[in-house]
Every structure is written in structure tokens, then in C-alpha cells.
């Protein structure tokens, strides 16, 4: 499978990765050939791209950290717990209880995976944004734990406070959160109190540690102090918050909101890496270089040497050169595999483009 852009989408083409519309209902099933009607409904949905099978994309599989249906299944619990809201009966316990079941599973499944390399889908289902977004910086902080060497009762606990950082957006008006144009400093002042209420919800509503609480609170806190809401400095920014920080600002880029489209997983890497020691802790940044791949499997990328070329596998030593399909854009069906990371010929071809 190979990740193709909307605006290169052609009638035809076989869908690779189920698609999902709004409310988690299934769209496109994957194995069906697109038609114009689809591509026009994707465009409006706001996807940035599909994953498609091909003959240069043949034997390409991109492995998910958690399979897609443990996401969804996340997804519509963030979703409940959010319209339950403050309610303490009977019924929201077992729900908090199911969504700890459900943090704990994924914890397990990221915790016994022996992959090196996260691959981030470059496909985002169209899930409520805050919902979905819950549940992909949950993967991605556990992710960044696990590569910080975290123990399993430790990045259980950083699963929880990723999973719960954005819980105090459900007592912020709708029109603040989904508005198109920016905010207004009024608007963003009620913004800003996400933090602390998801804090205190955290605290007396779903019971939780003190550590998860503060990764909660923290969560908007950078790392050269000009962050909120307590302008906290460098280490004393709880640890749990300043891996939230940069798990939270990568999804985001990465996603389609109501004021811009989604961008590829690059720039949000980018972003990260060129904000390192002003919005993020450096020795967070150097953990997110070492476990998420710019180049994710099944991206198609620009070669210097005038080639393109599918990622076939990224090597966890040596993220910014995979081991590529390389072929002539002219002519796709004649290709060659390329480990960007290995030979002197392969190391004189870079990365141009995508
Ligand atoms: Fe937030």
C-alpha cells in the first residue's frame, strides 16, 4: 500500500485502509475501487490523502503500533466519558473503569511490540477532532515512554494523562473550540482554563494520581517558560506533561481542523525538531527523533537523483534515510530497492521532497 495525496486520486484506484466518516461509520471499505463520487466526498470530509494498493506499492504493509479497531473502540470511550461529563452514578463508574481497561490494553499492546520505528498513519480518521485526538496523543506519549525506558506501571500511568489531557475542553463552549478564525484574546483566556479544569476533573471526578494529574495541568507548559498555565520552566515542568507537550502539538499539526487541512507527519516533525529548547524539552525531541519516522511506511518521497520512491521500512538508526521502492516517475512499473542508509551511492541520494 502506498499513501496518495486527494489531489492525485484517480477514478479507480483500490483502497488499501478502510475509510471512516463522521461517527466512526465505515465509507469505503477496503478492496473497493474509488469512484468520483468518493473522491468528492474524502475532499470534503477534509482528508488530506488515502492509502491505496498498487503494483509499486505490492507487498508494502504499514504496521500500526494499536490496530484500528482498539483506536475506535478508544475513541467512542473518550467520547462517552466526555458526554457523561461530571456525573458520579453507577453507570459513568463503570465507564471510567472500561476506559482504564481500554488505556491499560493499548499500554500492554505498545509495551510488548518489538517494533523500533512508530510509523504515524498518514491517514486520520474523521472523528470528532477532540476525541480522536485524545486517543492518538495517548499512543504516541506511551510510545515516547517506552523509548524513555519507562516501566509498565510507569507508562500506564502516562497513558492515563495523555488519554485525559484535553478533558477539561468539555466545559468550554463549542463555538470556542471549533471556531474557523482565530481567537479573540477574550476567547483564548476561556481557552486557556482547559488545563486546570481537566486538572481538577481528573482529580475529584475520575480519582487519579497526582502525577497523572499534573501531566494534565502542564500540558500547555513550555519548556522556555512562555507557556501556561503556571509558566513553568524547563524541568519543573512535570515529566509526564512535557512528553504530552510534544506528542499534543505533532497530532495537531498533523490533523484536519476547522481552519486549516491536515499537513504530512514531516512538518509536524519538523516543527518539533525546530523547536527543541524553546517549545520542547531537547532531551524529549531527541526521544521523538529516535522513535517516530519522518518518513512513514508507504509515503511516497522526491530522490535527488530524479527517481521517486515508496518507504518500504525505516531504519531505527537512521530515520532520515529508509530503505525505499525506488522507480522513474515516467515509468512506475520498473523499480529498484534502495537502503537510503547503506553504500556510498545510496548516501549520496537524498531525500528531496515528498
Ligand atoms: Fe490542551
Redesign the pocket.
Same mark, same amino acid.
Given at each position: 500500500m502506498r499513501f496518495v495525496r486527494i489531489g492525485e486520486l484517480h477514478t479507480g484506484m483500490v483502497i488499501a485502509k478502510a475509510i471512516y466518516g463522521l461517527r466512526g461509520v465505515l465509507i469505503l471499505r477496503e478492496g473497493r475501487a474509488l469512484g468520483a463520487r468518493h473522491i468528492e466526498a474524502l475532499t470534503e470530509l477534509g482528508y488530506p490523502g488515502i492509502y491505496i494498493h498498487d503494483l509499486i506499492s505490492d507487498g508494502i504493509e504499514l504496521e500500526e503500533i494499536v490496530d484500528e479497531q482498539t483506536r475506535h473502540n478508544a475513541i467512542s470511550m473518550v467520547k462517552n466519558l466526555y458526554k457523561a461529563g461530571e456525573l458520579t452514578t453507577t453507570r459513568t463508574q463503570i465507564m471510567h473503569r472500561e476506559m482504564e481497561d481500554l488505556i491499560n490494553e493499548i499500554v500492554s499492546s505498545i509495551f510488548e511490540s518489538d517494533a523500533a520505528v512508530v510509523n504515524v498513519p498518514l491517514l486520520k480518521s474523521y472523528d470528532e477532532y477532540t476525541y480522536r485526538h485524545s486517543v492518538d496523543v495517548g499512543v504516541l506519549s506511551v510510545a515516547l515512554g517506552k523509548s524513555m525506558g519507562f516501566t509498565r506501571e510507569k507508562l500506564l500511568d502516562l497513558g492515563k494523562a495523555a488519554f485525559f489531557? =484535553?478533558m477539561g475542553?468539555m466545559f468550554i463552549p463549542q463555538t470556542i473550540l471549533n471556531k474557523a478564525d482565530k481567537l479573540t484574546e477574550d476567547e483564548f483566556v476561556i481557552m486557556k482554563k482547559?488545563?486546570q479544569m481537566g486538572h481538577d476533573f481528573v482529580e475529584k471526578v475520575l480519582l487519579q494520581k497526582s502525577s497523572i494529574m499534573r501531566g494534565v495541568l502542564h500540558?500547555?507548559e513550555r519548556f522556555d517558560g512562555s507557556g501556561y498555565p503556571h509558566g513553568l520552566k524547563g524541568v519543573m515542568i512535570p515529566q509526564f506533561a512535557r512528553i504530552i507537550a510534544a506528542a =499534543?502539538v505533532f497530532d495537531a499539526i498533523s490533523s484536519t481542523r476547522p481552519y486549516k487541512v491536515a499537513q504530512l507527519a514531516t512538518e509536524g516533525y519538523e516543527y518539533i525538531l525546530g523547536n527543541s529548547g524553546s517549545h520542547f524539552d531537547p532531551e524529549i525531541v531527541d526521544i521523538f527523533y529516535k522513535t517516530i519516522a519522518p518518513f512513514p511506511v508507504g509515503m511516497t518521497v522526491k530522490l535527488s537523483n530524479g527517481l521517486n520512491g515508496v518507504v518500504v521500512k525505516n531504519n531505527a538508526n537512521f530515520m532520515s534515510r529508509p530503505l525505499v521502492r525506488a522507480f522513474e516517475p515516467e515509468n512506475p512499473s520498473v523499480f529498484e530497492m534502495i537502503d537510503l542508509s547503506k553504500g556510498a551511492a545510496a548516501l549520496d541520494i537524498t531525500i528531496v521532497g515528498n
Amino acid at each position: 500500500m502506498r499513501f496518495v495525496r486527494i489531489g492525485e486520486l484517480h477514478t479507480g484506484m483500490v483502497i488499501a485502509k478502510a475509510i471512516y466518516g463522521l461517527r466512526g461509520v465505515l465509507i469505503l471499505r477496503e478492496g473497493r475501487a474509488l469512484g468520483a463520487r468518493h473522491i468528492e466526498a474524502l475532499t470534503e470530509l477534509g482528508y488530506p490523502g488515502i492509502y491505496i494498493h498498487d503494483l509499486i506499492s505490492d507487498g508494502i504493509e504499514l504496521e500500526e503500533i494499536v490496530d484500528e479497531q482498539t483506536r475506535h473502540n478508544a475513541i467512542s470511550m473518550v467520547k462517552n466519558l466526555y458526554k457523561a461529563g461530571e456525573l458520579t452514578t453507577t453507570r459513568t463508574q463503570i465507564m471510567h473503569r472500561e476506559m482504564e481497561d481500554l488505556i491499560n490494553e493499548i499500554v500492554s499492546s505498545i509495551f510488548e511490540s518489538d517494533a523500533a520505528v512508530v510509523n504515524v498513519p498518514l491517514l486520520k480518521s474523521y472523528d470528532e477532532y477532540t476525541y480522536r485526538h485524545s486517543v492518538d496523543v495517548g499512543v504516541l506519549s506511551v510510545a515516547l515512554g517506552k523509548s524513555m525506558g519507562f516501566t509498565r506501571e510507569k507508562l500506564l500511568d502516562l497513558g492515563k494523562a495523555a488519554f485525559f489531557h =484535553d478533558m477539561g475542553k468539555m466545559f468550554i463552549p463549542q463555538t470556542i473550540l471549533n471556531k474557523a478564525d482565530k481567537l479573540t484574546e477574550d476567547e483564548f483566556v476561556i481557552m486557556k482554563k482547559h488545563s486546570q479544569m481537566g486538572h481538577d476533573f481528573v482529580e475529584k471526578v475520575l480519582l487519579q494520581k497526582s502525577s497523572i494529574m499534573r501531566g494534565v495541568l502542564h500540558h500547555h507548559e513550555r519548556f522556555d517558560g512562555s507557556g501556561y498555565p503556571h509558566g513553568l520552566k524547563g524541568v519543573m515542568i512535570p515529566q509526564f506533561a512535557r512528553i504530552i507537550a510534544a506528542a =499534543d502539538v505533532f497530532d495537531a499539526i498533523s490533523s484536519t481542523r476547522p481552519y486549516k487541512v491536515a499537513q504530512l507527519a514531516t512538518e509536524g516533525y519538523e516543527y518539533i525538531l525546530g523547536n527543541s529548547g524553546s517549545h520542547f524539552d531537547p532531551e524529549i525531541v531527541d526521544i521523538f527523533y529516535k522513535t517516530i519516522a519522518p518518513f512513514p511506511v508507504g509515503m511516497t518521497v522526491k530522490l535527488s537523483n530524479g527517481l521517486n520512491g515508496v518507504v518500504v521500512k525505516n531504519n531505527a538508526n537512521f530515520m532520515s534515510r529508509p530503505l525505499v521502492r525506488a522507480f522513474e516517475p515516467e515509468n512506475p512499473s520498473v523499480f529498484e530497492m534502495i537502503d537510503l542508509s547503506k553504500g556510498a551511492a545510496a548516501l549520496d541520494i537524498t531525500i528531496v521532497g515528498n
